[in-house]
């Protein structure tokens, strides 16, 4: 069963920032980097409950070969899985979860 899915306009600009930081370095490596985003989200979104809580309610699931994590709060009674930021491991996930 595939839950609802939002994504946050801040995990948005984390994809997109992330994405612009990968092109400049090497052409066609942000697009790499939004595949293995794209594959994380939806593996999130079909099986929410396969990732365990990790900072009070977000959930984190890790990117495949890019040092990023697509953090999440699921709602099992509603069924909505919303996607909020998105970051890469040198980030300081506690700050950044308690931000709006």
Same mark, same amino acid.
């Given at each position: 069963?595939?839950?609802?899915?939002?994504?946050?306009?801040?995990?948005?600009?984390? /994809?997109?920032?992330?994405?612009?930081?990968?092109?400049?370095?090497?052409?066609?490596?942000?697009?790499?980097?939004?595949?293995?985003?794209?594959?994380?989200?939806?593996?999130?979104?079909?099986?929410?409950?396969?990732?365990?809580?990790?900072?009070?309610?977000?959930?984190?699931?890790?990117?495949?070969?890019?040092?990023?994590?697509?953090?999440?709060?699921?709602?099992?009674?509603?069924?909505?899985?919303? /996607?909020?930021?998105?970051?890469?491991?040198?980030?300081?996930?506690?700050?950044?979860?308690?931000?709006?």
């Amino acid at each position: 069963m595939s839950h609802e899915l939002r994504i946050t306009s801040r995990a948005e600009a984390d /994809i997109a920032d992330a994405f612009d930081w990968y092109e400049q370095r090497v052409p066609g490596l942000g697009v790499d980097f939004l595949h293995c985003v794209d594959a994380t989200i939806s593996s999130v979104q079909r099986s929410p409950q396969f990732f365990r809580p990790r900072h009070s309610s977000h959930r984190l699931a890790m990117t495949p070969r890019f040092p990023y994590a697509v953090y999440f709060i699921c709602n099992e009674f509603t069924g909505l899985v919303s /996607i909020r930021p998105v970051l890469g491991f040198a980030q300081n996930a506690p700050a950044y979860l308690e931000q709006p």
